[in-house]
């Protein structure tokens, strides 16, 4: 047995996270992105529980899923009731999924200290609980809860316990490394034993790794090396302590490492928007540094590195990102080259002579040495570009602004704003209120503007960011602020950089705005995440 089959616990040992909550519609769409990337077994959660899973579970029952299949997970029968009297197990057994995930005690530390059961009776438990599932006509996975340890313990009674379930009629055993602790040799061993042991064409051995020593990835694919066909994980690497296995690395190490096909192309170029959708759901920031989806996966910044994969991506990339549905980024700051600075002209239309870009990268230097970071600001460093292509057109001139703050001894703050600017030759005086100073002056801008550029009203502010550069001058420190705009498709960055906090957040607004009305119909790279902007900026 060869076929790999990849199981996702999300929506059951995932939401044991800290902060990891979806609501019974949300695990439903979550079940249906799953479905769409390949996934072949969903455990949906665990029935008996509570309330809220069981509403899951009639929603599931309406669903259509079109590769996919529902489990349902539970616990071997209670040690004082019989399989066909134990309301979990009836429930599991009534339940819609096809298939149903049960776990059960390895450990004979846990035998002694959590059950209170001999070895003998936890065996019948294991056995009692499958048969009667399997009589139900489900197929049955057997989870053996902290194999490894038990293993390490006891190697003959923890195989024991996985002959039981496979006796009694379980399809597929599962080796959990329960506590996290297992290193890869450690867990490629065991595997290589139990595979040798109880191995057939007719059982399947299944891997389930908690990342608790940061090995779990690692461990899942050593696993597999060594006949494993059955991997346990989560999307993102959700989990209660460290995480689970993370299967959005999982899944291009078996395909694009081990050459195991195991999703389509198509679902593979599908992994970095669900693993950015998950993130999303749960109200998290994608990690940008997460292996083959995050940001910084593929993005390169030392001028070395950037002439490497200019030449050949393989000289410092180890797959290609567009297979994961990632892009390549070559990153702007102080470190960067000439090359770089035209490869990103090129990728927004604008051509630059070797000296123009040159040019370029001692503007950037200068600037960066102010405290401005173009890394995370690529509306204002493509304006730059512009700038120095000759392509730029300022959307107005600049006469004042002022802004006021006025506290009552009320308590009541009130802003308001008033810009005097040029456009087209016409003087514009714009006053207008805000709940902050930032608030204030983007309303005053946008009603002088927004009757000749109409387009600005669908422009919104989506986050922004203020960090002190220098802390030991207090609050007369210089400011770097960094604001995201998004058109409802795109989001792209702005800075500004100055002692007043003020003028910095003004500069990036004009930025972001200049940015949305002037190149935003130039081909984009994969939107990026947008968080949330702080009220009253």
Request: with cysteine.
């Amino acid at each position: 047995m060869t076929a790999i089959e990849l199981y996702d616990t999300t929506l059951r040992d995932g939401m044991q996270g800290q902060g990891m909550s979806l609501s019974a519609g949300e695990k439903v769409r979550v079940a249906h992105r799953l479905d769409e990337l390949g996934i072949d077994l969903i455990e949906a959660g665990f029935p008996a529980s509570n309330p809220k899973e069981l509403d899951l579970f009639e929603l599931l029952a309406g669903e259509r899923l079109h590769h996919a299949q529902i489990a349902a997970f539970g616990m071997t029968r209670r040690r004082d009731l019989a399989a066909e009297r134990d309301p979990a197990l009836r429930l599991l057994a009534d339940c819609f999924a096809p298939v149903c995930t049960v776990v059960g005690k390895t450990w004979t530390l846990h035998l002694e200290k959590v059950l209170g059961v001999g070895r003998d009776e936890n065996l019948r438990m294991i056995a009692d609980t499958v048969a009667f599932l399997v009589g139900q006509g489900k197929r049955v996975i057997y989870d053996a809860e902290h194999f490894f340890d038990g293993f390490g313990d006891d190697p003959e009674y923890a195989l024991r316990c996985l002959r039981q379930a496979a006796e009694a009629g379980a399809g597929t055993v599962v080796l959990c490394d329960t506590n996290g602790g297992t290193l890869p040799d450690r867990v490629a061993g065991a595997v290589t034993a139990v595979v040798d042991e109880l191995g057939s064409a007719h059982l399947r051995v299944g891997i389930h790794c908690h990342d608790d020593a940061a090995c779990a990835v690692a461990s899942s694919l050593a696993a597999v090396q060594r006949g494993a066909t059955h991997i346990q994980g989560t999307v993102n690497g959700y989990g209660e302590r460290c995480g689970n296995a993370n299967l959005v690395s999982i899944i291009p190490g078996l395909q694009l490492k081990l050459g195991l096909e195991c999703v389509t192309p198509d679902q593979l170029r599908s992994l970095t928007a669900t693993a950015h959708f998950l993130d999303e759901l749960l109200n998290f920031t994608p990690d940008p540094n997460q292996p083959y989806v995050g940001r910084n996966a593929f993005a390169h910044k030392g001028g070395m590195h950037v002439a490497g994969v200019t030449a050949d991506p393989a000289t410092f990339e180890h797959v290609e990102p567009t297979l994961v549905g990632n892009h390549r980024e070559l990153l702007i700051s102080e470190l960067s080259g000439r090359r770089t600075v035209r490869q990103r002209a090129q990728d927004v239309g604008l051509e630059l002579s070797d000296s123009a870009a040159g040019e370029v990268v001692e503007r950037v230097k200068e600037l960066e040495h102010r405290g401005y970071h173009f890394e995370a600001a690529d509306a204002s460093f493509e304006l730059l570009l512009r700038k120095q292509a000759g392509s730029y057109e300022p959307l107005f001139r600049l006469e004042s602004w002022r802004a006021i703050v006025e506290k009552r001894a009320d308590g009541r703050v009130e802003t308001e704003a008033t810009i005097k600017i040029w456009v087209g030759g016409e003087r514009y005086i714009r006053t207008a209120e805000g709940n902050g100073p930032v608030h204030a002056l983007d309303r005053a801008l946008r009603a002088a503007l927004v009757e000749i550029h109409p387009e600005l009203a669908g422009i919104d502010l989506v986050n922004f960011k203020v960090r002190i550069l220098d802390e030991a001058k207090g609050t007369g420190a210089v400011t770097r602020v960094l604001l995201d705009a998004s058109d409802g498709e795109d989001v792209w960055g702005a800075i500004g950089v100055s002692e007043n906090i003020i003028e910095a957040s003004w500069e990036a607004l004009v930025d972001s705005l200049e940015y949305g009305m002037q190149v935003r119909e130039q081909p984009r790279g994969p939107r990026r995440g947008a968080g949330s902007v702080t009220a009253g900026s």
